[in-house]
T-cell receptor, first 112, second 118 residues
Framework: DAKTTQPNSMESNEEEPVHLPCNHS???????IHWYRQLPSQGPEYVIH???SNVNNRMASLAIAEDRKSSTLILHRATLRDAAVYYC?????????????FGKGTHLIIQP | GAVVSQHPSWVICKSGTSVKIECRSL??????MFWYRQFPKQSLMLMAT?????????EQGVEKDKFLINHASLTLSTLTVTSAHPEDSSFYIC??????????????FGPGTRLTVL
């Protein structure tokens, strides 16, 4: 798995957009970029994934740099329920045979 | 869809006893499940890969005789912590892939089991 670097923590206000950055300069051409988040005292949940193009789903958007060495998870309108640790993970296209390697992630704090 | 459950959600036991944690995929079949451990204020660490009908694969440093894994069906994997000690107190989380052949690796996680060993 490519090493990822994320800020330890970020703070935002409720109902404002949040941009969570992730650097993955050693990503290979076939690595997917995944984002998971973990709410307090819960198991992680899948947020979004992408390969080359930007992606949108009901939870968030994923903006991938043209050189793929970085990406940004965008929460368009943060709520208090979005307070969690967000993990950016780069994985090869080897399917579901391997577990995930979690870094330290970004602790997102949402202020009311 | 793609719900994974764990039982129990929390357990307190005495040192030296064994504890079994169940992980179930409720609406899909999972040939592969994963077990993670998370200590307070730390990230998740992969412990082992549970394969239906075959032996589990353990990560380096994880004692296979202490953490027994059984994956007897396509919807159930169990983790047994044998002779538990206070240092085994942790948050144990399982996950499963819905489509093992998918090129990406979306995993669905259980809610976790908080183990406290006195």
């Amino acid at each position: 798995d490519a090493k990822t670097t994320q800020p330890n923590s970020m703070e935002s206000n409720e109902e404002e957009p949040v941009h969570l950055p992730c650097n993955h300069s050693t990503i290979s051409g076939t690595d997917y970029i995944h984002w998971y988040r973990q709410l307090p005292s819960q198991g992680p949940e899948y947020v979004i994934h992408g390969l080359t193009s930007n992606v949108n789903n009901r939870m968030a958007s994923l903006a991938i740099a043209e050189d793929r060495k970085s990406s940004t998870l965008i929460l368009h309108r943060a709520t208090l329920r979005d307070a969690a640790v967000y993990y950016c993970i780069c994985r090869g296209s080897g399917g579901g045979a391997d577990g995930l390697t979690f870094g330290k992630g970004t602790h997102l704090i949402i202020q009311p | 869809g793609a719900v994974v459950s764990q039982h129990p959600s929390w357990v307190i036991c005495k040192s030296g006893t064994s504890v079994k944690i169940e992980c179930r995929s409720l609406d899909f079949q999972a040939t592969t499940m994963f077990w993670y451990r998370q200590f307070p204020k730390q990230s998740l660490m992969l412990m082992a890969t549970s394969n239906e009908g075959s032996k589990a694969t353990y990560e380096q440093g994880v004692e296979k005789d202490k953490f027994l894994i059984n994956h007897a069906s396509l919807t159930l994997s169990t983790l047994t912590v044998t002779s538990a000690h206070p240092e085994d107190s942790s948050f144990y989380i399982c996950s499963a892939n819905r489509n093992r052949l998918a090129p990406y690796n979306e995993q669905f996680f259980g809610p976790g089991t908080r183990l406290t060993v006195l």
